[in-house]
């Protein structure tokens, strides 16, 4: 059991968060440092829009970093980058990160970042991400980070809506079959917004162009290299802000083809960060934490970045992937090497380690002792995956459920205050703070076992999403008009007698490839943009290894003569160019028509089920039942 936490039953503990929010939140807050203490815990007086600790003034790189170095921590790991990929190595102890934000703090407030500002970073994963993170949070300003599989188009797109003066990036990241140059996409995304970025900060790594001068040239911006400014710089002191104040915006993909700039606050960060790592992940100070993901995703932004270091514990920033760098003992070299307690992963990293390494042979060839646990989320844990880790491993394998707008878990298996039986498929019970309910489409609450909406008790509890990034109206529309006074998660599951929560998918058009989650609409629009494409249906199959992965079906324009083969590249290559690698979009057919409702709506879904080899059912307001009889035999060839 963790020592922050009492021995007071995780039912108890849950109950009292719903029953006295104020009470109970309030006292989460207790064990942080304020520089003003709030005397409220939510603000409901602009519901549904909800605020949290909202007289409470501090700021979170001051709980992250200097009040362990005040209390005379300042030797212990703070950080470790583990790459695999340049074979490099090197830890960052407390006293040390706190020097090295201060200083990048002190070059951005030198090129005029201050206190509400935006920057943007496009940052493979290096040391230097999470310090420029840290480095906007210490000034007051707001990071949004761009995964780095996204191409320039997809950055402009954030530079338009976020509005930030700078971005801070690299020359460079690395996949293993190549390295991708960043700073030609970083110029081309800066020209091509229409929101004009002053500065551009760039962190010169070995083995790349070194092509500031060529990219510099192609835009207006001033272009700095990050060792220069930060020697130079004047190092800078933590900002209080409001704990509502902006932490960062973190964008996500909706149903439509643009991105929701989603948008968290320092004071409900801090606080609901630090009750969630040591009750869900069994992290305190003195253990080392690693979550396998990327500083690009919100798993990243939480548990890569805040949260082991607002408990003084050590995080491990890994550059490389889960097998190929060099092999699927990756991650036991590295539980190994740094001692690690808990290690945090997404369904599909697992899958690929089996793929691999069905025997999980490498994971005799490390010393994994001190693993306690190992984590996932970012999809469900299917059943057979996580009996086969488990057995590897010999520790409890643990899902827990949650999105880009939650920041943390809702649902999961508290095992640093109590460890519940493990049901297989099921993420376990709400988290703190989250008061959930499976609904049926009118909005009413469905009985223990039965499949629907997964919908959250108004308010969100503090650390989640209190808006869209100068959208409040979208935000609404998006997320809160569906069932009043509730969030819609946009999940569909059902919860058990015992209160076990059951994710079972998407109710949307959003899926989810490889742990990452993509925009079916985002990708139609960039194949439509093909000059043959009279109309398209980009759907999610089922896929062994990456859970879902997209496909098309087209209806060529009449007359158009390419072979599909050819149609197959040139828009592989498009939405590469337009969306990103990311959206691993490999996989296209040709068909006659497409199935619509007399409306002109496509029917996706029940094309889903087809694929899918589920029972589908074709709603009576079909235009035309023949069309599907004519897609099936291509819909169940699973392309
Ligand atoms: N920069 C540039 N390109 C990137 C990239 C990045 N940061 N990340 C991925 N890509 C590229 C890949 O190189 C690949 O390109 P390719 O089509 O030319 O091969 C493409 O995007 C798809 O990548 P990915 O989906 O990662 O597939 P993969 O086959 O390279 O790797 C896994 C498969 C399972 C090993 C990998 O997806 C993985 O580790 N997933 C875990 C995801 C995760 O942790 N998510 C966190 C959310 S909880
Ligand atoms: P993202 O915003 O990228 O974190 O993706 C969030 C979505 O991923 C959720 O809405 C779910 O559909 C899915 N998801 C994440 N974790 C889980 C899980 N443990 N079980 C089931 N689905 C999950």
Known sequence: MSPSHSSTSYREIHRRSITEPQDFWLEAASGLEWETFPTTAVDDSAAPLYRWFTDGTLNITRNALDRHVD???????????????????????????????????????????????????????????????????????????????????????????????TVITATGGIEPSRRIEYLPKVAEAVQRAQHKVRDVVVVHREGFANSVEQASEQTQAQWHAWDTVTTQAEPAGAVSVKATHPLYVLYTSGTTGKPKGVVRDQGGTAVALSWSVPAIFDIGPGQTMLTASDVGWVVGHSYIVYAPLLAGATSVLYEGKPIGTPDAGAFWRMVQQHRITSLFTAPTALRAIRKADPGASAVADYDISSLKYLFSAGERLDPETQRWIGQALNVPVIDNWWQTETGWPIAANPVGIEQ?????????????????????????????????????????????????????????????????????????????????????????????????????????????????????AVIGLADELKGQRPAGFLVLKTGVDITEDQLRQELVAHVRSSIGPVADFKEVAVVQALPKTRSGKILRKTMRQIADGKDYTVPSTIEDAGVIEDLLPVLRRNL
Request: hydrophobic content about 40%.
């Open 420 to 536: 519940l039986p493990v049901k297989e498929g099921s993420a376990t019970l709400p988290m703190v703070g989250y008061d959930i309910s499976v609904l049926d489409p009118l909005g009413e609450p469905l009985p223990a076992g039965q499949e629907g909406n997964i919908a959250i008790k108004l308010p969100l509890p503090p650390g989640t999403l209190y808006s869209l990034w100068g959208d409040d109206a979208r935000y609404i529309e998006s997320y809160l008009s569906a069932f009043d006074g509730y969030y819609t998660t946009g999940d569909s599951g059902y919860i058990d007698q015992d209160g076990y929560i059951f994710v079972m998918g998407r109710t949307d058009d959003v899926i989810n490839v490889s742990g990452h989650r993509l925009s079916t609409g985002e990708i139609e629009a960039a194949v439509a943009e093909h000059p043959a494409v009279a109309e398209c």
């Open 71 to 165: 209390a005379g921590h300042g030797d212990r790991t703070a950080l470790i980058y583990d790459s695999a990929v340049t074979e490099n190595s090197r830890s960052y102890s407390y006293a040390e990160l706190l020097k090295e934000v201060s200083a990048a703090a002190g070059a951005l407030k030198g090129l005029g970042v201050g206190s509400g500002d935006r920057v943007l970073l496009y940052m493979p994963m290096i040391p230097q991400a999470v310090i420029a993170m840290l480095a906007c949070a210490r000034l007051g300003a707001v990071h949004s980070v761009v995964f780095g599989g996204f191409a320039a188009k997809e950055i402009a797109a954030r530079i338009d809506d976020a509005a930030p003066d």
